[in-house]
């Protein structure tokens, strides 16, 4: 069974910087691409942040790019959102997700205010 489970969130203030972590088990996470996406309140899901399987490939949302960094550790079964000078509107629930199997995480929440 695939899991994933987030962790890192938080309250934040504007220009502050949050780690947040998923940890996968019940697939050979080496293989898989995983990916980052948030959903505001009143808003539809949106992808964040996109890294291959081993890594070399990343892409970000517009609206990220330049705050935020995808990474993974393959030998951990982890993959990780480093998010720099947060701004009020990334306050959202953040979920990671396997893309080819459809498995989500239960999500953490992020909120920026001060």
């Known amino acids: 069974e695939v899991q994933l489970v987030e962790s890192g969130g938080g309250l934040v203030q504007p220009g502050g910087s949050l780690r947040l972590s998923c940890a996968a088990s019940?697939?050979?996470?080496?293989?898989?691409?995983m990916s980052w996406h948030r959903q505001a309140p009143g808003k539809e899901r949106e992808s964040v942040a996109f890294?291959?399987?081993?890594?070399?490939?990343?892409t970000y949302a517009d609206s990220v790019k330049g705050r935020f960094i995808i990474s993974r550790d393959n030998a951990k079964n982890t993959v990780s959102l480093q998010m720099n000078n947060l701004k009020p509107e990334d306050t959202a629930v953040y979920y990671c997700?396997?893309?080819?199997?459809?498995?989500w995480g239960q999500g953490t929440q992020v909120t920026v205010a001060s």
């Open positions: 019940g697939f050979t996470f080496s293989n898989y691409a």
């Open positions: 890294i291959s399987s081993v890594g070399i490939t990343t």
């Open positions: 997700k396997v893309p080819l199997l459809g498995s």
